[in-house]
């Protein structure tokens, strides 16, 4: 399986001390090491960083560390092959254009036997499962909506399809259209809110601490969203299995557990 | 206006050296400081990257410069603003999915009184004439074949439409699919094949020679084109203004001057 890793706020915050740990675990903390990518919205701009290397050993990595980008929705993602090989068409995250707005997506899980109808509007450029879903999904959202749907309609649309396709298999994802970031946890996904009063914070898979009250303003609120918790010393809010949330202006806004079966084993199975 | 530059190889190339002149454009030996970006294919996979701030000062063109990314096909552009404000969402290169491969574009123009109809398969995120004129073409090409076009049907359809765009002012483009690279010149565009025996090079914008003889392969073969030649001791052809040319395994496999008017001074006028 891979890893993602989200951020939604209320005003364009860097994420160099979140992708300091995260990247540590493509190859190094951890065995995810078949590529990785990350996308910053900036405003309706998008700058999508994508590379078959391991991130503990990427240039691309280095640079992501160094340029603190400001960006209210950002997606990260390492990859474990479990579809598709290592190539750069299969790195997450993917990107597609719908309604003159970026949408980009990444996912952590494996869809069996998942074939959905080819000939829409998008097509998957690699092989991996997360494409073909990822693809289906805006599909599905183009043919039902002539302009860009709100956050709560999305989240319907969304929601519906997510319960076909997590049938197949284990489907934790991110979604984001750089105005809102939805998810969805088969497994494992965890969140944290960073608002005043800031405090100090550390690593997981580093011994690196950084003291937000210094670097922020009272009003900031930052939602950071990971496979498993970034830091040990703050509490991380686990998704339930089979729920989806919907996160804006860097908080949860909507919280909700879909209708219908998991496919077998995805609930509680280990990451 | 913009500059241009592409590289089209029958081998995965680095343009380390060209880049390395071309980006010096950005800000430093000329004043297109208003954004810049580069596409590469990696077979059908493809790293983008764009940046609004000048090429000489992007943290984004360090890495680009350090890291020798191999790739059959290049675009990359630094931009002067004519259209369109200094932000992301307005740098060229543009990417979108066609068919299951990504589609990559980059202009050097400026189009007055160029509004396409909206509404099809793919609409503008940002708003320059530029990325109008792309979706505008990809619209057309989308709605015409069922499946990817060859590229001598390709450039048939592609001539078509650019006698039209090409009646509202300078529109020197570059597009590729990762298999193909195709160009138009209404002003300024220049080319030079590298092949056996190859010989050494130095650029117009810096002090630096590269002995190609030490870097290749006999078989080799690579095509660079420019807005402007980015070396000063090579023959460089210039395409005609009005030609449109088709570049495959790093030769021009196809020029051919349209029919049908050019804009008012388009022709021949100062980049």
């Given at each position: 399986?891979?890893?993602?890793?989200?951020m939604n706020?209320?005003?364009?915050?860097?994420?160099?001390?979140?992708?300091?740990?995260?990247?540590?675990?493509?190859?190094?903390?951890?065995?995810?090491?078949?590529?990785?990518g990350?996308?910053?919205?900036?405003?309706?701009?998008v700058?999508?960083?994508?590379?078959?290397?391991?991130?503990?050993a990427?240039?691309?990595?280095?640079?992501?560390?160094?340029?603190?980008?400001?960006?209210?929705?950002v997606i990260?993602?390492?990859r474990?092959?479990?579809?598709?090989?290592?190539?750069?068409?299969?790195?997450?995250p993917?990107?597609?254009?719908?309604?003159?707005?970026?949408?980009?997506?990444?996912?952590n899980?494996?869809l069996?036997?998942?074939t959905?109808?080819?000939?829409g509007?998008?097509?998957?450029?690699?092989?991996?499962?997360?494409?073909?879903?990822?693809?289906?999904?805006?599909?599905?959202?183009?043919?039902?909506?002539?302009?860009?749907?709100?956050?709560?309609?999305?989240?319907?649309?969304v929601?519906?399809?997510?319960?076909?396709?997590?049938?197949?298999?284990?489907?934790?994802?991110?979604?984001?259209?750089?105005d809102?970031?939805l998810?969805?946890?088969?497994?494992?996904l965890?969140?944290?809110?960073?608002?005043?009063?800031?405090?100090a914070?550390?690593?997981?898979?580093?011994d690196v601490?950084?003291?937000?009250?210094?670097?922020?303003?009272?009003?900031?609120?930052?939602?950071?969203?990971?496979?498993?918790?970034?830091t040990d010393?703050?509490?991380?809010?686990?998704?339930?299995?089979?729920?989806?949330a919907?996160?804006?202006?860097?908080?949860?806004?909507?919280?909700?557990?879909?209708?219908?079966?998991?496919?077998?084993g995805a609930?509680?199975?280990?990451?």
């Amino acid at each position: 399986m891979c890893q993602l890793l989200g951020m939604n706020c209320n005003t364009p915050t860097d994420i160099l001390f979140s992708f300091e740990g995260f990247h540590r675990r493509g190859g190094l903390t951890d065995h995810h090491a078949d590529g990785w990518g990350i996308a910053f919205f900036e405003d309706k701009g998008v700058r999508l960083y994508i590379d078959d290397k391991p991130s503990v050993a990427s240039p691309v990595a280095d640079l992501v560390r160094r340029y603190p980008i400001k960006s209210e929705n950002v997606i990260a993602h390492i990859r474990k092959a479990t579809q598709g090989e290592v190539r750069l068409a299969n790195c997450h995250p993917f990107m597609r254009e719908a309604w003159g707005q970026y949408w980009i997506f990444a996912h952590n899980g494996d869809l069996k036997a998942f074939t959905p109808p080819v000939g829409g509007r998008y097509t998957p450029v690699g092989n991996t499962d997360s494409e073909r879903a990822y693809c289906h999904l805006m599909n599905h959202l183009r043919s039902r909506f002539a302009s860009a749907p709100g956050p709560e309609v999305l989240f319907d649309a969304v929601a519906e399809l997510v319960a076909e396709i997590r049938q197949h298999g284990v489907f934790n994802f991110m979604l984001s259209n750089g105005d809102c970031l939805l998810t969805h946890c088969s497994t494992h996904l965890h969140y944290i809110i960073r608002q005043a009063p800031f405090k100090a914070a550390h690593l997981v898979d580093d011994d690196v601490t950084v003291d937000f009250a210094t670097v922020t303003t009272p009003r900031d609120r930052v939602a950071v969203i990971a496979t498993q918790p970034l830091t040990d010393n703050e509490v991380w809010t686990a998704l339930h299995p089979g729920e989806m949330a919907l996160f804006m202006g860097g908080e949860p806004v909507r919280r909700e557990r879909l209708p219908g079966p998991l496919a077998p084993g995805a609930c509680g199975c280990p990451a």
